[in-house]
Nanobody, 128 residues
Framework: QVQLVESGGGSVQAGGSLRLSCVVSTFVASRNCMYWFRQSPGKEREGIVAIDAEDAGAGKWYADSVKGRFAITQDNAANTVYLEMNNLKPEDTAMYYC???????????????????WGKGTLVTISS
């Protein structure tokens, strides 16, 4: 049963911007730990950003590879999580996955092993 649906992927030139959306259908996003991951062929899945549940302080964690360029946000009314991506680079090319852990984020919030639910992904391609 689909619980997370990503959208917004596409092809963008280096230096451009893109916003990904993750619509959550079966639980309240802001009560849980939400993530974005990405994966390129032959590479390990990489945690990009996480945001904690609101009652845990909504703390955010960013991977060094995207810090200062990407931002995670939420629209609670729409039960939607966003990934704002700026100054995109060719190495950002990947399938991007929304993910969730039920409850609070854990000690290592960008670790895939902590994830309970995955979206199907949306493809982002950055050309040079």
């Amino acid at each position: 049963q689909v619980q997370l649906v990503e959208s917004g992927g596409g092809s963008v030139q280096a230096g451009g911007s893109l916003r990904l959306s993750c619509v959550v259908s079966t639980f309240v996003a802001s009560r849980n730990c939400m993530y974005w991951f990405r994966q390129s062929p032959g590479k390990e899945r990489e945690g990009i950003v996480a945001i904690d549940a609101e009652d845990a302080g909504a703390g955010k964690w960013y991977a060094d590879s995207v810090k200062g360029r990407f931002a995670i946000t939420q629209d609670n009314a729409a039960n939607t999580v966003y990934l704002e991506m700026n100054n995109l680079k060719p190495e950002d090319t990947a399938m991007y996955y929304c993910a969730a852990r039920f409850g609070y984020c854990r000690q290592y919030p960008l670790a895939a092993r902590a994830v309970d639910v995955w979206g199907k992904g949306t493809l982002v391609t950055i050309s040079s």
